[in-house]
């Protein structure tokens, strides 16, 4: 007989995987939080003891939560539709342009294929020697692990699917091995679509992102996007699912049928609003771009004075983050208090400075700030990201200081 579960719990995952990955609360389905949480409860954690660990969006435990939630469904030349549109429309107009070089982009490429068959079309596409590279990223680590192998089953092979260029040969028993020459050209890193790309990983030419924002929250879905569009080079095409976008994002223009759901971004001159600011998120990957990273132009005003920002609460925050990292748990301390004296408003570093607290067993200093962090989470929009180490909707906020206000009722 299975033991009912405390509806906290799971409320609290779902919040945590939420707030993660962007997706929409009935996305996330509730037998795979279920059975994380059950196993976890079978080697002997208390309720309150997982409540505790789900405070901490980066812990093991909301890591397992997320790679259960994940959903990593791909084949093969999946939507043939936008490798033809790549190849007879998008690559000869880059070449037309003068591009030097083209660079795609897999944006939630699951375990490859999506990833290889861009590369695969790029490199059928382009005069021999041209340079070309792709890149996928994903949030699943073991699913890039199996993208790096490059060898697949049947499954990745769909009847429905037609093989529109050269991309792989057999290499045993109904399995198949990605070409060489295709494999060269395409590299995997982790990345998290709520995230601005770190700037190393460069500009595109072409970015897939299909089947990945449908599971996202409106607000999540519009922020992706419009990080995307970021990363396009002008002119540079951005692909997504087909219901993925209900309307034409801001800097760019629709190409071809809308059932194609591409979208261009219009190049200098051009009359368009700019693409948004990106969200400052960092997370340290190992990414080194293959060809030279093309970077727009800075133009300075002529004799514009140097001023120097000062820090954001996000860089202080992680300068913090870097102490306690060390082992520096007073400087973290003391770095933290004059980020919440200087920022009161900034949610991450009230959330930072109460657990640090807690964990140094000061629960009576904790409190206050989880309940300062309660009320002024409570004054944004639930959906509303707020900028931090990581770009997390204001209802995490919330839900972390309600649950850790609640933790004593259920110790
Ligand atoms: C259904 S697969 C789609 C794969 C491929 N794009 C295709 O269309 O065949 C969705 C992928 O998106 C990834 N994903 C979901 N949320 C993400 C996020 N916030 N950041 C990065 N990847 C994410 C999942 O891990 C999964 O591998």
Redesign the pocket.
Known sequence: MSVELDPRLLTRAREVVSS????RDDAIAPEAMERVVRTELARGRTPADLLGELLYPQSPLSGTLVRAA??????FF??AEHFRCIAQVGVPTALRRGALALRGW??????G??AYSLAACLLASVPHGYPVEVMG????EA?LETARRATYGTWSRRESAPRLFPLYQESGERQVTILPAVRRITSFAQ?????SLPERFGQFDFI?????L???SMT?REA?IALLVRALNPGGLLFL?AVEADKVPAGVVREGAPELQTFRRLGPGEDVAPAPAPRPLERALEFKPILPVRRPKLVMPEQAPAVVPPPTPARLHLQALERIEEGDVERASTMLESLVRQAPDYLPGLLELALLRERSGAREAAMPLMRALRSRAERLPPDHLVDGPEALPARFYQASADAYLNLGALE
């Open positions: 993660i990955t962007g997706f994940l959903v990593g469904e791909t084949y999946r939507q897999s944006a939630g490429c699951a375990s294929e999506e990223t994903d949030l699943h699913s990345h998290n679509l709520l995230a897939l992102c299909r089947n990945v449908t599971y996202f999540a992706a699912g």
